[in-house]
């Protein structure tokens, strides 16, 4: 049986539509999910919708309606705008399934079980954007105009409430991360989170009594879970947690992929709760960058909010995940801007791969019938071509392995310019009529780059990489089909012709209003 690899996105709270961010990081689980999929991985992807808390209720009688009816509402925009990105998730999780509370309410149970959990008065700085309650002392601002660390409005706040013993934890949270340095990346998030668990933790409020949307608290009437104890429980709800079989195979999850302002909720307070839970701890939580618009945070308050929907209409959704994956260094913040991506995709994607695939299988469709090339004669060029091309798919693979995302597309676009390079040397066109032998070794090297470039690039690409691997004949597409050197043999054995193709990676043009 195959070796499980369980990642996860952030669920994201539908208070509003999607923006530019939650695609870019569903696009970047993504191509991981899909990348570790072709290495033979049993792949669990989890994605979804976060929808308890006072936001949610706050925004659904702003609009007039039942919380549950808004949520619905507004959980759709994210299934949808994951359905049209090509997301291939597992499950779209909501923090409404009936599984879900269950899941909820165990993990409660077994913090109280621990002695973790305790009946007080909270009176403190809490932010309704974050969801999150905050010291004095990590406020700026005075009065009224009192700001969180990620610069939203706190309000002060006092009722009876449930205790977690987060100060309990400050110890074995250190000394968890000491023991694996892997578990929080990139390292500036690791070195953020340090500097926060060594200055002490404050035991957390965990329940809410103010409002009721939200996973009763078991045997405590009024209380609401803090929608973070919710939240993040999610990610063991998407294992069937707490039946043993299931979680037993996928959990501990691989990889939590989330924005670096929520850092501190998945690498303190959930490995706390686990740790309280007696559950294993998570391999990786990493924090990517935002995407910014034009070098500027989004905000509604701004009008810089994009709607990725739109982008899509405007630019096909292979183009934007490219851009995503190629333009941002994975973990860093990134811009965008209409103009960087058709630039980018023009440059890259449609100029080097799209029209190398387009020129080269329109030559063997009009010049041989679309009859594969035969063995030909061979030269050193082939061999050096094939060579740099085997080096750019495993640096792709080596890079994608280790997170590094961008590298990796990078390394991939060495192989690509490799066989331009060629092409343009070997001149198949003018070898027609001067050498024809030639022309079928240069024709069949050609194709078997091609191949396996496209291969590789399938989890960025997927609908392009795969037409082109179609028009090719190409069925098997995964890491060992890289290396299968008699494809382009028993391809032409079968009979396979290659049809007249029509262009899969088409150039941009800019938008007339663009986002």
Known sequence: MADPFYITTAIHYPNGRPHIGHAYEMV??????????????????????????????????????????????????????????E???????????????????????????????YLDRYEGWYSVRDEAFYAADELTGEGD????????????????????????????????YAANPDFIRPESRRNEVLRFV??????????????????????????????????????????GWPGEATENRFWPADLHLIGKDIVRFHAVYWPAFLMSAQVALPKTVFGH????????????????????????????????????????????DG???????????????????????????????????????????AADADGILIEEVVLACAGLRTAFDDLMLSQGVEAWLRGVYACNQYI????????????????????????RAIRMLAIVILPVVPEAAGKVLDQLGASERDHAAVDDDGWLARTAASGFRIAAPTPVLPRLEMPVDPA
């Open 198 to 239: 060594e200055g002490g933790l404050s035991d957390l409020s965990v329940s809410r009594t103010s409002f009721d949307w939200g996973v009763p608290v078991p045997g405590s009437p009024g209380h609401v879970m803090y929608v973070w104890v919710d939240a993040l429980t999610n990610y063991l709800t998407g294992t």
């Open 424 to 447: 343009d040397a070997e001149a198949p066109w003018a070898l027609r009529t001067t050498d024809p032998e030639r022309m079928h070794a240069v024709l069949g090297t050609l194709l």
């Open 335 to 377: 811009s965008y801007s209409p103009e960087a991506i058709v630039t980018r995709v023009n440059a890259e994607l449609a100029n080097s791969f799209g029209n190398l695939a387009q020129r080269t299988l329109s030559f063997i469709a009009k010049n041989l019938e679309g009859a594969l090339p035969a063995t030909g004669k």
């Open 289 to 332: 960058g935002f995407l910014l618009t034009r070098g500027e945070k989004m905000s509604k308050s701004v009008g810089n909010v994009v709607d990725p929907m739109a982008l899509a209409d405007a630019f096909g959704v292979d183009a934007l995940r490219y851009f995503f994956l190629r333009e941002v260094s994975f973990g860093q």
């Open 145 to 176: 105009q009192r700001l969180s660390p990620q610069g939203t409005p706190v309000e002060w706040t006092a009722e009876e409430t449930w205790f977690f013993r987060l100060s309990k934890y400050q110890q074995p949270l250190l000394d968890f």
């Open 87 to 117: 997301i291939s998730y597992d499950r779209f999780i909501r923090t409404v399934d009936t599984d879900h509370y269950a899941a909820s309410q165990a993990i409660w149970q077994r913090m109280a079980d621990a002695g973790d959990l």
């Open 28 to 85: 970047a689980a993504d191509a991981i999910a899909r990348f570790q999929r072709q290495a033979g991985r049993d792949v669990r992807f989890l994605t979804g919708t976060d929808e308890h808390g006072l936001k949610m209720t706050q925004a659904a009688r702003d609009r007039g309606i039942p919380t549950r009816a808004f949520a619905d509402e507004m959980s759709l925009h994210f299934s949808r705008m994951a359905d049209r990105f």
